[in-house]
Protein backbone atom coordinates (compact mmCIF):
# COMPACT_ATOMS: atom_id res chain seq x y z
CA UNK A 1 0.00 0.00 0.00
CA UNK A 2 1.27 3.50 -0.65
CA UNK A 3 2.02 5.74 2.04
CA UNK A 4 0.01 8.05 0.88
CA UNK A 5 -3.09 5.76 1.55
CA UNK A 6 -2.15 5.27 5.29
CA UNK A 7 -2.13 8.72 5.50
CA UNK A 8 -5.68 8.90 4.00
CA UNK A 9 -6.66 6.40 6.64
CA UNK A 10 -5.56 8.43 9.21
CA UNK A 11 -7.19 11.27 8.27
CA UNK A 12 -10.50 9.82 9.58
CA UNK A 13 -9.49 10.18 12.77
CA UNK A 14 -11.25 12.63 15.23
CA UNK A 15 -9.31 15.88 16.39
CA UNK A 16 -10.80 19.17 18.12
CA UNK A 17 -10.39 22.35 16.42
CA UNK A 18 -11.95 25.70 17.64
CA UNK A 19 -13.53 27.17 14.57
CA UNK A 20 -13.48 31.28 14.10
CA UNK A 21 -17.48 30.69 12.40
CA UNK A 22 -20.95 30.01 13.22
CA UNK A 23 -22.49 27.18 11.19
CA UNK A 24 -25.10 24.50 11.51
CA UNK A 25 -24.61 20.70 11.38
CA UNK A 26 -23.16 19.55 8.34
CA UNK A 27 -24.84 16.37 6.93
CA UNK A 28 -21.96 14.54 5.69
CA UNK A 29 -22.47 10.94 4.11
CA UNK A 30 -20.15 10.04 6.87
CA UNK A 31 -21.85 11.31 9.85
CA UNK A 32 -22.96 14.49 10.70
CA UNK A 33 -20.20 17.10 11.96
CA UNK A 34 -20.87 20.24 14.15
CA UNK A 35 -22.49 22.33 14.61
CA UNK A 36 -19.76 25.01 15.02
CA UNK A 37 -19.74 27.86 17.30
CA UNK A 38 -16.89 30.44 17.29
CA UNK A 39 -14.65 29.68 20.11
CA UNK A 40 -16.26 26.33 21.07
CA UNK A 41 -14.46 23.35 20.24
CA UNK A 42 -15.89 20.54 18.45
CA UNK A 43 -14.87 17.02 16.77
CA UNK A 44 -14.24 16.65 13.36
CA UNK A 45 -12.47 14.72 10.82
CA UNK A 46 -8.65 15.17 10.53
CA UNK A 47 -8.93 15.84 6.93
CA UNK A 48 -11.20 18.36 7.47
CA UNK A 49 -9.62 20.16 10.16
CA UNK A 50 -6.57 20.60 7.72
CA UNK A 51 -8.82 22.09 5.31
CA UNK A 52 -10.51 24.47 7.63
CA UNK A 53 -6.54 25.14 9.29
CA UNK A 54 -5.61 25.87 5.29
CA UNK A 55 -8.57 28.09 4.92
CA UNK A 56 -7.48 29.80 8.61
CA UNK A 57 -11.03 28.91 9.97
CA UNK A 58 -10.20 27.05 12.75
CA UNK A 59 -7.72 26.61 15.70
CA UNK A 60 -6.48 23.01 15.70
CA UNK A 61 -6.02 21.63 19.54
CA UNK A 62 -3.39 19.27 19.14
CA UNK A 63 -4.52 15.49 20.90
CA UNK A 64 -3.53 15.18 23.99
CA UNK A 65 -1.11 12.82 23.86
CA UNK A 66 0.94 14.98 21.69
CA UNK A 67 2.85 17.01 24.48
CA UNK A 68 6.34 16.92 25.77
CA UNK A 69 6.01 15.00 28.88
CA UNK A 70 3.66 12.36 27.44
CA UNK A 71 5.36 11.51 24.84
CA UNK A 72 8.88 11.50 26.56
CA UNK A 73 7.16 8.87 29.17
CA UNK A 74 6.06 6.51 26.44
CA UNK A 75 9.58 6.96 24.64
CA UNK A 76 11.41 5.63 27.87
CA UNK A 77 8.30 2.83 28.01
CA UNK A 78 9.38 1.39 24.46
CA UNK A 79 12.99 1.88 25.49
CA UNK A 80 12.63 -0.33 28.77
CA UNK A 81 10.07 -3.05 27.26
CA UNK A 82 11.24 -5.86 25.39
CA UNK A 83 8.03 -6.10 22.94
CA UNK A 84 6.35 -3.03 21.26
CA UNK A 85 4.20 -0.86 23.63
CA UNK A 86 0.23 0.38 22.61
CA UNK A 87 0.74 3.77 21.10
CA UNK A 88 -1.72 6.47 22.26
CA UNK A 89 -3.06 6.26 18.47
CA UNK A 90 -2.97 3.76 16.00
CA UNK A 91 -1.89 6.42 13.76
CA UNK A 92 0.36 8.63 15.78
CA UNK A 93 3.26 9.27 13.13
CA UNK A 94 0.52 10.20 10.13
CA UNK A 95 -1.37 12.40 12.53
CA UNK A 96 2.36 14.59 13.80
CA UNK A 97 3.88 14.49 10.47
CA UNK A 98 0.20 16.09 9.33
CA UNK A 99 -0.45 18.45 12.54
CA UNK A 100 3.49 19.27 11.80
CA UNK A 101 2.91 20.47 8.64
CA UNK A 102 0.04 22.64 8.50
CA UNK A 103 -0.59 23.58 11.98
CA UNK A 104 3.02 24.17 13.69
CA UNK A 105 1.80 27.39 15.59
CA UNK A 106 -0.96 25.86 16.69
CA UNK A 107 1.00 23.24 18.81
CA UNK A 108 3.02 23.78 21.63
CA UNK A 109 6.94 22.76 21.34
CA UNK A 110 6.31 21.72 18.22
CA UNK A 111 10.01 21.17 17.34
CA UNK A 112 10.39 18.52 21.09
CA UNK A 113 7.18 17.03 19.48
CA UNK A 114 8.79 16.47 15.96
CA UNK A 115 11.82 14.92 17.62
CA UNK A 116 10.23 12.52 20.00
CA UNK A 117 8.00 11.17 17.53
CA UNK A 118 10.80 10.60 15.56
CA UNK A 119 13.00 8.80 18.40
CA UNK A 120 9.90 6.47 18.95
CA UNK A 121 9.36 5.74 15.20
CA UNK A 122 13.16 5.25 15.18
CA UNK A 123 13.23 2.90 18.34
CA UNK A 124 10.21 0.85 17.21
CA UNK A 125 11.34 0.39 13.74
CA UNK A 126 15.03 -0.88 14.97
CA UNK A 127 12.75 -3.10 17.33
CA UNK A 128 10.87 -4.12 14.47
CA UNK A 129 13.62 -4.78 12.45
CA UNK A 130 15.12 -7.13 14.92
CA UNK A 131 12.13 -9.40 15.67
CA UNK A 132 11.55 -10.04 11.98
CA UNK A 133 15.27 -11.03 12.01
CA UNK A 134 14.39 -13.33 14.85
CA UNK A 135 10.70 -14.15 13.42
CA UNK A 136 12.43 -15.39 9.81
CA UNK A 137 15.48 -17.79 11.37
CA UNK A 138 12.82 -19.38 13.94
CA UNK A 139 11.37 -21.15 11.16
CA UNK A 140 7.99 -19.82 12.37
CA UNK A 141 4.49 -20.01 10.13
CA UNK A 142 2.83 -16.90 11.92
CA UNK A 143 3.50 -14.14 13.89
CA UNK A 144 1.43 -11.86 16.61
CA UNK A 145 2.24 -8.10 15.84
CA UNK A 146 0.01 -6.81 18.72
CA UNK A 147 0.21 -2.86 18.72
CA UNK A 148 1.97 -1.83 15.64
CA UNK A 149 0.46 1.00 13.70
CA UNK A 150 -0.11 0.29 10.07
CA UNK A 151 2.23 2.61 8.78
CA UNK A 152 4.85 0.46 10.77
CA UNK A 153 3.37 -2.50 9.11
CA UNK A 154 3.24 -1.14 6.11
CA UNK A 155 6.96 0.10 6.18
CA UNK A 156 7.83 -3.80 6.51
CA UNK A 157 5.15 -5.06 4.52
CA UNK A 158 6.88 -5.44 0.64
CA UNK A 159 9.98 -6.68 1.41
CA UNK A 160 8.60 -9.17 4.39
CA UNK A 161 5.58 -10.58 2.72
CA UNK A 162 7.92 -11.40 -0.26
CA UNK A 163 10.48 -13.16 1.44
CA UNK A 164 8.16 -15.57 3.24
CA UNK A 165 6.37 -16.11 0.77
CA UNK A 166 9.66 -17.07 -1.43
CA UNK A 167 10.69 -19.31 1.85
CA UNK A 168 7.46 -21.06 2.23
CA UNK A 169 7.70 -22.20 -1.71
CA UNK A 170 11.09 -23.12 -1.05
CA UNK A 171 10.14 -25.10 2.37
CA UNK A 172 7.12 -26.59 0.60
CA UNK A 173 9.17 -27.76 -2.51
CA UNK A 174 12.04 -29.08 -0.33
CA UNK A 175 9.09 -31.27 2.07
CA UNK A 176 7.78 -32.19 -1.72
CA UNK A 177 10.70 -33.86 -2.78
CA UNK A 178 11.34 -35.54 0.68
CA UNK A 179 7.96 -37.02 0.74
CA UNK A 180 8.28 -38.47 -3.27
CA UNK A 181 11.93 -39.64 -2.53
CA UNK A 182 10.70 -41.23 0.27
CA UNK A 183 7.94 -43.11 -1.58
CA UNK B 1 -33.77 26.83 13.77
CA UNK B 2 -32.89 27.76 10.01
CA UNK B 3 -33.57 24.66 7.78
CA UNK B 4 -29.53 23.44 7.13
CA UNK B 5 -29.08 23.25 3.30
CA UNK B 6 -28.92 19.67 3.13
CA UNK B 7 -31.76 17.77 4.99
CA UNK B 8 -32.10 14.63 3.06
CA UNK B 9 -28.96 13.97 5.00
CA UNK B 10 -30.55 13.76 8.19
CA UNK B 11 -30.30 10.05 9.59
CA UNK B 12 -33.56 8.80 9.33
CA UNK B 13 -33.33 9.45 4.90
CA UNK B 14 -29.97 7.38 4.56
CA UNK B 15 -31.53 4.60 7.13
CA UNK B 16 -32.81 3.71 3.91
CA UNK B 17 -34.37 0.49 4.95
CA UNK B 18 -36.97 0.12 1.85
CA UNK B 19 -34.01 1.09 -0.03
CA UNK B 20 -31.81 -1.61 0.38
CA UNK B 21 -34.53 -3.66 0.41
CA UNK B 22 -35.23 -2.95 -3.35
CA UNK B 23 -31.73 -2.82 -4.22
CA UNK B 24 -31.35 -6.24 -3.27
CA UNK B 25 -33.70 -7.09 -4.95
CA UNK B 26 -32.72 -5.25 -7.99
CA UNK B 27 -28.88 -6.97 -7.69
CA UNK B 28 -30.70 -10.63 -7.19
CA UNK B 29 -32.60 -9.56 -11.01
CA UNK B 30 -29.39 -8.81 -12.29
CA UNK B 31 -27.68 -11.87 -10.99
CA UNK B 32 -30.60 -14.35 -12.10
CA UNK B 33 -29.83 -12.31 -15.81
CA UNK B 34 -26.60 -13.80 -16.17
CA UNK B 35 -26.86 -17.45 -14.18
CA UNK B 36 -29.94 -18.08 -14.90
CA UNK B 37 -32.57 -19.38 -12.45
CA UNK B 38 -29.85 -21.00 -10.46
CA UNK B 39 -29.42 -18.48 -7.82
CA UNK B 40 -33.06 -18.28 -6.77
CA UNK B 41 -32.90 -20.02 -3.71
CA UNK B 42 -29.78 -18.97 -2.33
CA UNK B 43 -32.06 -15.27 -3.10
CA UNK B 44 -34.68 -16.14 -0.90
CA UNK B 45 -32.54 -17.23 2.09
CA UNK B 46 -30.91 -13.56 1.58
CA UNK B 47 -34.36 -12.17 2.09
CA UNK B 48 -33.55 -10.33 5.39
CA UNK B 49 -33.78 -6.58 5.31
CA UNK B 50 -30.40 -5.27 5.86
CA UNK B 51 -31.02 -1.42 7.80
CA UNK B 52 -27.48 0.80 7.37
CA UNK B 53 -26.72 4.22 7.96
CA UNK B 54 -24.91 5.57 5.12
CA UNK B 55 -21.99 5.79 7.50
CA UNK B 56 -22.24 2.42 8.15
CA UNK B 57 -21.70 1.57 4.31
CA UNK B 58 -19.11 3.61 3.98
CA UNK B 59 -17.43 1.84 6.88
CA UNK B 60 -18.09 -1.16 5.49
CA UNK B 61 -17.34 0.14 1.91
CA UNK B 62 -13.98 1.03 3.35
CA UNK B 63 -13.04 -2.15 4.97
CA UNK B 64 -13.73 -4.30 1.38
CA UNK B 65 -11.71 -2.18 -0.15
CA UNK B 66 -9.16 -2.76 2.15
CA UNK B 67 -9.40 -6.61 1.94
CA UNK B 68 -9.44 -6.89 -1.36
CA UNK B 69 -6.39 -4.61 -1.51
CA UNK B 70 -4.85 -7.52 0.09
CA UNK B 71 -5.94 -10.78 -0.62
CA UNK B 72 -4.31 -12.50 -2.89
CA UNK B 73 -7.81 -14.27 -4.47
CA UNK B 74 -10.79 -12.49 -6.15
CA UNK B 75 -13.18 -11.56 -3.24
CA UNK B 76 -17.32 -11.35 -3.21
CA UNK B 77 -18.54 -8.41 -4.85
CA UNK B 78 -20.19 -5.83 -2.86
CA UNK B 79 -22.48 -4.80 -5.01
CA UNK B 80 -25.00 -3.36 -2.44
CA UNK B 81 -22.44 -1.37 -0.98
CA UNK B 82 -21.25 0.11 -4.03
CA UNK B 83 -24.52 1.20 -5.27
CA UNK B 84 -25.63 2.41 -2.11
CA UNK B 85 -22.79 4.56 -1.99
CA UNK B 86 -23.17 6.20 -5.59
CA UNK B 87 -26.49 6.56 -5.29
CA UNK B 88 -25.79 9.07 -2.18
CA UNK B 89 -22.64 10.78 -3.91
CA UNK B 90 -24.74 11.87 -6.68
CA UNK B 91 -27.84 12.82 -4.45
CA UNK B 92 -25.08 14.71 -2.44
CA UNK B 93 -24.02 15.86 -6.08
CA UNK B 94 -27.71 17.39 -6.56
CA UNK B 95 -28.39 18.88 -3.56
CA UNK B 96 -24.73 20.97 -4.36
CA UNK B 97 -25.87 22.10 -7.48
CA UNK B 98 -29.16 23.41 -5.85
CA UNK B 99 -27.32 24.96 -2.66
CA UNK B 100 -26.36 28.41 -3.37
CA UNK B 101 -23.28 29.95 -4.57
CA UNK B 102 -20.39 30.26 -2.15
CA UNK B 103 -21.64 28.94 0.58
CA UNK B 104 -18.55 27.25 3.35
CA UNK B 105 -19.90 23.78 3.38
CA UNK B 106 -19.78 22.96 -0.41
CA UNK B 107 -16.67 22.80 -0.38
CA UNK B 108 -16.84 20.28 2.41
CA UNK B 109 -18.82 18.26 0.83
CA UNK B 110 -17.05 18.35 -2.56
CA UNK B 111 -14.12 17.25 -0.19
CA UNK B 112 -15.93 14.61 1.24
CA UNK B 113 -17.59 13.51 -2.17
CA UNK B 114 -13.50 12.97 -3.48
CA UNK B 115 -12.48 10.90 -0.87
CA UNK B 116 -15.30 8.58 -1.06
CA UNK B 117 -15.14 8.43 -4.97
CA UNK B 118 -11.11 7.41 -4.39
CA UNK B 119 -11.57 4.50 -2.37
CA UNK B 120 -15.10 3.28 -4.55
CA UNK B 121 -12.61 3.40 -7.66
CA UNK B 122 -9.97 2.26 -6.04
CA UNK B 123 -11.34 -0.53 -5.31
CA UNK B 124 -13.33 -1.35 -8.27
CA UNK B 125 -10.01 -0.89 -10.40
CA UNK B 126 -8.41 -3.11 -7.88
CA UNK B 127 -11.13 -5.75 -8.38
CA UNK B 128 -10.59 -5.10 -12.47
CA UNK B 129 -6.81 -5.58 -11.92
CA UNK B 130 -7.74 -8.87 -10.67
CA UNK B 131 -9.73 -10.10 -12.95
CA UNK B 132 -7.56 -9.28 -15.80
CA UNK B 133 -4.64 -11.35 -14.48
CA UNK B 134 -6.54 -14.29 -13.25
CA UNK B 135 -9.56 -14.15 -15.71
CA UNK B 136 -9.32 -18.03 -16.82
CA UNK B 137 -8.76 -19.01 -13.29
CA UNK B 138 -11.84 -16.62 -11.93
CA UNK B 139 -14.08 -18.00 -14.98
CA UNK B 140 -13.54 -21.91 -13.83
CA UNK B 141 -14.11 -21.17 -10.45
CA UNK B 142 -17.81 -19.27 -11.38
CA UNK B 143 -18.33 -22.41 -13.13
CA UNK B 144 -17.31 -25.14 -10.79
CA UNK B 145 -19.55 -22.88 -8.13
CA UNK B 146 -22.30 -24.73 -6.37
CA UNK B 147 -25.78 -23.13 -6.94
CA UNK B 148 -26.08 -22.27 -3.15
CA UNK B 149 -22.83 -20.06 -3.13
CA UNK B 150 -22.79 -16.20 -4.38
CA UNK B 151 -21.07 -15.39 -7.56
CA UNK B 152 -17.82 -13.62 -6.83
CA UNK B 153 -18.65 -11.07 -9.83
CA UNK B 154 -21.16 -8.12 -10.27
CA UNK B 155 -22.89 -8.41 -13.76
CA UNK B 156 -20.31 -6.02 -14.90
CA UNK B 157 -17.46 -7.43 -13.80
CA UNK B 158 -18.46 -11.18 -15.32
CA UNK B 159 -19.17 -9.37 -18.63
CA UNK B 160 -16.18 -7.61 -19.07
CA UNK B 161 -13.84 -11.09 -17.83
CA UNK B 162 -15.61 -12.81 -20.32
CA UNK B 163 -14.83 -10.58 -22.99
CA UNK B 164 -11.60 -10.16 -21.87
CA UNK B 165 -11.03 -13.58 -21.95
CA UNK B 166 -12.46 -13.91 -25.63
CA UNK B 167 -10.41 -11.13 -26.59
CA UNK B 168 -7.20 -12.15 -25.24
CA UNK B 169 -7.18 -15.58 -26.83
CA UNK B 170 -8.72 -14.33 -30.26
CA UNK B 171 -5.50 -11.84 -30.08
CA UNK B 172 -3.14 -15.04 -29.05
CA UNK B 173 -4.66 -16.54 -31.68
CA UNK B 174 -4.09 -14.33 -34.22
CA UNK B 175 -0.48 -13.03 -33.49
CA UNK B 176 1.24 -16.34 -32.65
CA UNK B 177 -0.48 -19.86 -32.49
CA UNK B 178 -1.61 -19.45 -36.31
CA UNK B 179 1.75 -19.30 -37.32
CA UNK B 180 3.01 -22.63 -35.26
CA UNK B 181 3.38 -25.46 -36.88
CA UNK B 182 -0.40 -27.97 -36.58
CA UNK B 183 0.54 -29.48 -33.54
CA UNK B 184 1.26 -26.28 -31.46
CA UNK B 185 -1.73 -24.66 -32.30
CA UNK B 186 -3.73 -25.74 -29.62
CA UNK B 187 -4.25 -23.51 -26.51
CA UNK B 188 -5.20 -25.41 -23.16
CA UNK B 189 -6.23 -22.42 -20.89
CA UNK B 190 -5.95 -25.10 -17.79
CA UNK B 191 -2.30 -25.05 -18.51
CA UNK B 192 -1.83 -21.17 -19.33
CA UNK B 193 -3.69 -19.62 -16.58
CA UNK B 194 -2.49 -17.51 -13.85
CA UNK B 195 -3.36 -18.94 -10.61
CA UNK B 196 -3.63 -16.39 -7.21
CA UNK B 197 -0.93 -17.44 -4.84
CA UNK B 198 -3.09 -18.55 -1.85
CA UNK B 199 -0.02 -18.99 0.17
CA UNK B 200 0.71 -15.69 0.11
CA UNK B 201 1.85 -13.47 3.59
CA UNK B 202 -0.70 -11.12 4.80
CA UNK B 203 -1.34 -8.93 7.69
CA UNK B 204 -4.31 -9.20 9.54
CA UNK B 205 -6.77 -8.37 12.31
CA UNK B 206 -8.88 -9.88 14.19
CA UNK B 207 -12.61 -8.87 14.59
CA UNK B 208 -14.20 -11.86 16.34
CA UNK B 209 -12.93 -14.49 18.63
CA UNK B 210 -12.28 -17.50 16.73
CA UNK B 211 -10.42 -20.69 18.34
CA UNK B 212 -8.26 -23.23 16.45
CA UNK B 213 -7.15 -22.08 13.71
CA UNK B 214 -5.07 -24.64 11.39
CA UNK B 215 -2.15 -22.82 10.33
CA UNK B 216 0.24 -25.25 8.96
CA UNK B 217 -1.15 -28.83 8.59
CA UNK B 218 0.63 -31.64 10.45
CA UNK B 219 4.18 -32.78 7.63
CA UNK B 220 6.55 -35.13 8.08
CA UNK B 221 9.42 -33.03 9.97
CA UNK B 222 6.65 -30.15 11.75
CA UNK B 223 3.93 -30.85 13.58
CA UNK B 224 0.55 -28.92 13.03
CA UNK B 225 0.20 -25.81 14.21
CA UNK B 226 -2.81 -24.03 15.83
CA UNK B 227 -3.74 -20.98 17.22
CA UNK B 228 -6.60 -18.75 18.68
CA UNK B 229 -7.18 -15.84 17.17
CA UNK B 230 -8.38 -13.62 20.19
CA UNK B 231 -10.51 -9.77 19.33
CA UNK B 232 -8.00 -6.89 18.53
CA UNK B 233 -5.04 -8.95 18.24
CA UNK B 234 -2.66 -8.50 14.81
CA UNK B 235 -1.08 -11.29 13.06
CA UNK B 236 0.85 -11.79 10.06
CA UNK B 237 0.47 -15.59 8.34
CA UNK B 238 -0.60 -16.85 5.05
CA UNK B 239 -4.07 -15.92 3.68
CA UNK B 240 -5.24 -19.71 2.73
CA UNK B 241 -6.26 -20.69 6.67
CA UNK B 242 -7.95 -17.58 6.89
CA UNK B 243 -9.56 -17.16 3.64
CA UNK B 244 -13.00 -18.25 4.90
CA UNK B 245 -12.35 -16.22 7.70
CA UNK B 246 -12.26 -12.84 5.83
CA UNK B 247 -15.20 -13.55 3.66
CA UNK B 248 -17.34 -13.90 7.10
CA UNK B 249 -15.75 -11.17 8.20
CA UNK B 250 -14.36 -12.25 11.24
CA UNK B 251 -10.62 -11.12 10.69
CA UNK B 252 -10.16 -8.07 8.24
CA UNK B 253 -7.46 -8.37 6.10
CA UNK B 254 -4.38 -4.13 6.53
Request: proline residues 5%; charged residues 30%; hydrophobic residues 35%.
Amino acid sequence: MDPAEVEFLAEKEEISVVPNFTQDKIYLIGGDVGPFNAGLPVKVPLWMAINLKQGQKCRIIPPDWMDTERLQDKKQEETDSKFFTEMPSPHFMEITQLLLKCATDDIPHADEIRTLVKDIWDLRIAKLRSSIDTFLKSDATHAKLNYLTLMELNTARPFLTKALDQMHLLRSNLSGRIQSTQE
Amino acid sequence: MREPIFPVYNWITVRTGNTQKCKQNKWRELVKNIIMSEIIEYGEENEEEIELTAAEVLQQLEQAWLNEKFSPDLLECKVELVECMIDQITEMEENIKRAKKGDFKISIHRMEIDRIRYVLSSYLRCRLQKIEKYTTYILEQDKQRKEEEPCKLSQEEFTFAKEYAETLEEHLRNVALRHMPPNLQTLDPKQTAVKPNLEKYVFMKVIEDTDGVLVEEETLDTGEEIVDLQKGDQHIMRYKPIASLVSSGAVTLI
